[in-house]
């Protein structure tokens, strides 16, 4: 399947002046002036991300500074990650990938991400083969916890893995001590962990973009937004062997839609709408 970018193509963006997001309109070169500033906010990005502490809200104030510029840079030069990591590198942390996601979108998006795979999580399992093992593992993992935030988090990790099964593609993205895969430079998650592991919340992830790491993650739902947010972050294309996952994730959790329905398949197009009707059925009752 031919690969669509996931950001609007910055061509496009100048002429129309339509925004998928809500500061990607002004892609101009800067004047002397705010080079100057922007220049300013650099060195002032870089001297903060060397400090033993950095200042939660100067970052994020400097972050908030710099973005329309970074926007301006990452969708018109389209550099590799490792030059983005040697202009801005505060925004290769946790809490500013998290930060750049809600200023892609808005305040909350995030959140709603969240919430998203919590409200989805038992329609995805519902809709795979009652005899499938992956599904089977993910009952067996959920019967043993004791607690209901352990069986949930066991539910909604079980979900995020069976989205591959029923999108019929491997998961490329996901690299434990257990799985052969290889992602090359494409965006990807990695865990010091087996498979039959993460059912349990005690791992941390890691997740690289061009073989850089871009940030750690707490927990497998949060690598999984840092894994969307980055193909959004750095305007890359979905990989063809995820493809199908990838735009189930951006669809259903992101509820973005800078993937047109044209390149789906129809089988792809409805399970999504499959899993938003149980979802819809249920919360009408």
């Known amino acids: 399947m031919k690969n669509r970018k996931v950001q609007v193509d910055a061509v496009n963006l100048i002429a129309n002046k339509t925004s998928y997001t809500q500061t990607d309109s002004s892609l101009e070169k800067p004047t002397l002036n705010t080079s100057i500033a922007t220049n300013d906010i650099i060195v002032q990005s870089k001297r903060l991300a060397t400090a033993d502490k950095i200042d939660t809200a100067i970052a994020n104030d400097l972050m908030a500074k710099s973005f329309d510029k970074r926007r301006n840079f990452i969708l018109i030069e389209r ?38 795979i919590e409200k989805y999580a038992p329609h995805i399992l519902s809709i795979a083969r ?103 972050i750095f305007n890359i294309k979905y990989p063809d062997t995820n493809f199908n996952t990838l735009v189930t994730f951006e669809k259903l959790f992101l509820e973005a839609n800078d993937t047109d329905e044209t390149e789906l398949d129809l089988a792809v197009r409805q399970i999504i709408r499959s899993i938003q009707l149980k979802w819809r059925a249920k919360a009408d009752c």
Do not use: W
């Not at 916890?145 to 996901?174: C, D, H, I, N, W």
């Not at 799985?179 to 990807?188: I, K, L, S």
């Open 130 to 232: 009652d005899d499938d093992p992956l599904l089977l593992t993910i009952q067996q993992k959920i019967e043993a916890f004791q607690t209901t935030p352990q069986k949930k988090y066991a539910q909604e990790v079980g979900a995020l893995l069976m989205l591959s099964s029923l999108m019929q593609e491997g998961r490329e993205y996901l690299k434990l001590d257990d799985t052969d895969c290889n992602p090359g430079d494409f965006p990807h998650i990695m865990c010091k962990a087996r498979m039959n592991d993460i059912y349990f919340d005690q791992h941390i992830y890691r997740v690289f973009v061009e073989r850089i790491m871009l940030c750690e993650a707490s927990d497998f739902k949060e690598a999984i937004l840092c894994l969307i947010g980055s193909y959004f």
């Open 79 to 116: 550099p590799m990650a490792s030059f983005v990591k040697e202009k801005y590198p505060l925004l290769f942390s946790n809490a500013e990938v998290k930060n750049e996601i809600d200023r892609i979108f808005y305040d909350g998006k995030c959140t709603e991400f969240f919430q998203n």
